[in-house]
């Protein structure tokens, strides 16, 4: 009998990951590098090293660029063709947005942060689209969510809101680039990188806020780069228009907090 292929190696596959330098992005191009994927990752700086598999024998390759230029997605996705002869698995992950003050935040701050988090990873995924449509086997699509997208974020109004509509981007995509493309979000959570101290300062309040969630801490970058694997794999085969979530079970129900009927620290 023929030994059976591991349904998360990735070898032969081409790989996409926009703001692949840092972070989740980070994290995720590492985990398909290491599942034998040749990555390209995209970002507005070349990082001073990039990501590599973790026997250190196989690395990314990286094209500059910012999401949020309307060419940018031309130029990224035709360097990688080019350079890999085709995309079979788009990671849209480049987002953010610092806090900001919902009554007084400028019309220019609001437009900028939904383009980079909605209106790049749709630009993106036309033109994924339009190169895995033509290619054997199709592709497959992940939008990195957030649970902000999910429920009220204060001081994030325009980011929620675009979070929000990558959710049902990724619904509607589905359909429209169904059968040959599948498409899927993961709605991450609370999630520790090197910007965490800039949202909850050092790693005594990284812990606290981390022990608000059920399972007493944030998320690593590699469990969501875990269910990112997941996605493109052959097991997720008939998973379309899916938001995985990724957060630990949620957040403690603030009524028990103010209560003290629970204590979130204790599990």
């Not at 699509?141 to 974020?153: E, H, K, L, P």
């Not at 590699?222 to 008939?238: G, H, K, M, N, T």
């Amino acid at each position: 009998m023929a030994e059976r292929r591991d349904p998360l190696d990735m070898s032969e596959r081409v790989v996409l990951v926009t703001g692949g330098a840092r972070g989740i992005g980070r994290a995720i191009a590492e985990s398909f590098l290491d599942a034998g994927a040749e990555v390209m990752i995209c970002a507005r700086h070349e990082p001073d090293a990039l990501p590599a598999s973790a026997d250190g024998a196989r690395t990314a390759a990286f094209v500059a660029a910012d999401v949020r230029d309307p060419e940018a997605a031309e130029l990224v996705v035709g360097a990688t063709t080019e350079r890999f002869g085709g995309l079979h698995v788009l990671v849209n992950n480049a987002g953010g947005s610092p806090t900001a003050d919902s009554a007084t935040a400028s019309a220019r701050f609001s437009t900028a942060i939904i383009t980079l988090n909605l209106i790049a990873p749709l630009v993106f995924a036309q033109r994924a689209n339009a190169v895995m449509q033509q290619q054997a086997g199709g592709g497959t699509i992940i939008n990195i969510a957030s649970v902000s997208g999910q429920r009220a974020s204060p001081g994030a109004a325009a980011y929620a809101a675009a979070k929000a509509g990558l959710l049902n981007l990724t619904r509607t995509l589905a359909i429209d680039f169904a059968p040959a493309v599948t498409v899927n979000a993961v709605a991450a959570g609370l999630v520790r990188t090197e910007q965490s101290v800039l949202h909850y300062g050092d790693a005594a309040g990284i812990a606290v806020v981390g022990a608000t969630v059920p399972l007493g801490r944030m998320a690593e970058p590699q469990e969501i780069a875990d269910v990112c694997r997941f996605l493109a794999s052959p097991l997720a085969s008939y998973v379309n228009g899916a938001t995985i979530t990724v957060d630990g079970g949620g957040e403690w129900p603030a009524y028990l907090v103010a209560t003290r009927s629970l204590d979130p620290g204790v599990h």
